[in-house]
């Protein structure tokens, strides 16, 4: 009898520490909201919030700090490295999960999760000695276009090599969830395995693929150091192949001068704080979706 109730309450008090550090991870969430908008509401007490978005006057030296071209330069960079990124990752997800034998799909999977875990700073060095100079030497000139190569376009390049992993992995997963009646069905009815990939298994594998490309638009619009790396650090936006800013290179750039004035060290946190802002936005817009699709198609 004692030594059930001592096993009943070890496990009550399992439970219990379970919920503490469940609780404090989720707590997690909600402090570094607070703490950002407590270190940014110097700057936000000083400036309109509309004058801080969308003025282009960077000039921290006489306390202006316009984060337009940051702003604009970051969807920039997202997007073109989404476009690049999304139908190679759809195209490859589709490779691995329905035409590859199980060995070559252990090698590939191998390889990509070894991808995923490479620091940013090693794409950085990559993209500085291969795609710099590509840009540059041969992209730039075929296309008319002066260029240094340190510009939007090579950081929307680097970008996009960075989310392959996150899309390819999430997207084979979907693939793979899909029961073999799926596959089989459209097989049976006289329908190739292009169309049943077509008709069915991207239909049916939809939220988790449009899931998996709203997390790797979060990972690219949040990423630091190896755009920092390559995109020129100049305020301004005239084209894709010229020197730009992103909101987290500003801050990686401008880190440590500014950080010892109260006024401009609030003005990089209120960046960081928008960051913070737009990746939650696209994290719950990607719950959002996967959920809709999954009541729409009853998956």
């Known amino acids: 009898m004692e030594l059930l109730k001592f096993r009943q309450l070890k496990e009550k008090i399992s439970s219990r520490a379970m919920l503490a550090m469940t609780g404090f991870a989720s707590a997690l969430f909600i402090l570094i909201f607070l703490l950002l908008l407590s270190k940014s509401s110097l700057v936000i007490s000083k400036y309109s919030i509309t004058d801080l978005l969308f003025s282009s006057n960077w000039d921290p030296e006489r306390y ?26 759809l195209l490859s997800a589709i490779y691995i999960s329905e035409y590859s034998s199980p060995n070559v799909r252990k090698y590939f ?7 995923a875990g490479i620091p940013s700073v090693v794409f950085g ?65 006289g329908a190739t395995k292009w169309e049943s990939i077509k008709h069915v298994l991207l239909k049916a594998a939809g939220p988790g693929i449009i899931s998996s490309v709203l997390l790797g638009f979060g990972r690219a619009f949040g990423e630091t150091m190896a755009v920092a790396m390559v995109i020129g650090g100049k305020n301004q936006i005239t084209s894709m ?35 913070f802002i737009m990746v939650t936005i696209f994290n719950t817009l990607a719950r959002v979706i996967n959920g809709r699709l999954k009541e729409r198609w009853k998956i």
């Not at 604009?72 to 997007?79: S, W």
């Not at 999977?109 to 991808?115: C, E, G, H, R």
């Open 241 to 275: 192949f010229s020197a730009g800013q992103t909101m987290p290179s500003v801050i990686i750039s401008s880190f440590g001068e500014m950080m010892s004035v109260p006024m401009e060290q609030s003005a990089l946190v209120f960046v960081a704080l928008v960051l």
């Open 109 to 115: 999977s191998s390889f990509i999760d070894v991808l």
């Open 125 to 189: 060095i990559c993209a500085v000695i291969v795609f710099v100079p590509f840009v540059s030497d041969y992209l730039g000139p075929w296309l008319g276009v002066e260029t240094t190569g340190m510009c939007i376009f090579t950081a929307g390049l680097i970008l996009a090599v960075m989310v392959f992993p996150i899309i390819i992995s999430l997207s084979v997963e979907s693939l793979r969830a899909l029961p073999i009646e799926l596959r089989e069905a459209p097989l049976s009815m």
């Open 64 to 89: 202006n700090f316009g984060f337009y071209p940051a702003i604009v330069g970051t969807f920039y960079v997202t997007l073109i490295s989404m476009a690049i990124a999304v139908p190679i990752s």
